[in-house]
């Protein structure tokens, strides 16, 4: 079955800081990997995917995303971090059946002044 | 636009009471779902639909009840066999198999309570 770490629950970093949010997953087939954000109260947004070709993808927003086979990763970064980054992010992968999102328990980021 | 609509946006349940949340999409996808959100646990699935009059049970589907009788609608009742239903539940969309490379679309959540 596959499985979705983030590891940590909370990160905490200040304007302009460089952001990188860990993501390890599970999968026993080639993966289809999602990050998406989501603001208090409202539903998730898609930030970027990666299903095949190039690596490193770009999002929206700034952030980018780098699949690493070898590491089994898929972490979150951007180079610098704005006030309006301050949401929760969750990383999810499609499972084995492609038909459901298995998805991390999310990180929440902060950011300071 | 296109996008999915959740109602209501706030829901109050009284004790031994059912109640329906409301998930319209018009995205013209096959596949709807509905997951349960609590603090610092992520996403749960309830249920999935992948097609109209299908649907399958999640991870967490005990004390909830759902329905697909039109493509563009997937209403999930929670009933008071559910005794913690306090939560913010996401309805969310797709194309099935095999565009599974096809990210999920979100609604807006709606945040039920127990009064």
């Known amino acids: 079955a596959q499985s979705v770490t983030q590891l940590g629950s909370h990160v905490s970093v200040s304007e302009g800081a460089l952001v990188l949010l860990r993501c390890n997953y599970s999968s026993s087939v080639p993966p289809y990997l999602f990050w998406y954000v989501q603001y208090p109260n409202q539903g998730l947004q898609l930030l970027l995917k990666?299903?095949?070709?190039?690596?490193l993808v770009k999002g929206i927003n700034g952030f980018e995303a780098e699949f690493k086979k070898s590491e089994t990763s898929f972490h979150l970064t951007k180079p610098s971090a704005h006030m309006s980054d301050a949401a929760e992010y969750f990383c999810?992968?499609?499972?084995?059946?492609?038909?459901?999102?298995?998805f991390g328990g999310g990180t929440r980021l902060m950011v300071k002044p | 636009d296109g996008g999915i609509t959740q109602s209501p946006k706030y829901l109050f349940r009284k004790e031994g009471q059912n109640v329906t949340l409301s998930c319209e999409q018009n995205l013209n996808h096959d596949a709807m779902y509905w997951y349960r959100q609590d603090p610092g646990q992520g996403l749960r699935l309830i249920y999935y639909?992948?097609?109209?009059?299908?649907?399958q049970k999640g991870d967490i589907a005990e004390g909830y009840s759902v329905s697909r009788e039109k493509k563009e609608s997937f209403p999930l009742t929670v009933t008071s066999a559910q005794k913690n239903p306090t939560a913010f539940y996401l309805c969310a969309s797709s194309m099935p198999r095999p565009y599974s490379n096809q990210p999920q679309h979100f609604g807006d959540g709606t945040r039920l309570s127990i009064l």
């Open positions: 990666y299903t095949t070709g190039a690596t």
């Open positions: 999810a992968v499609v499972n084995n059946a492609g038909n459901m999102l298995t």
């Open positions: 639909s992948q097609i109209v009059n299908d649907f």
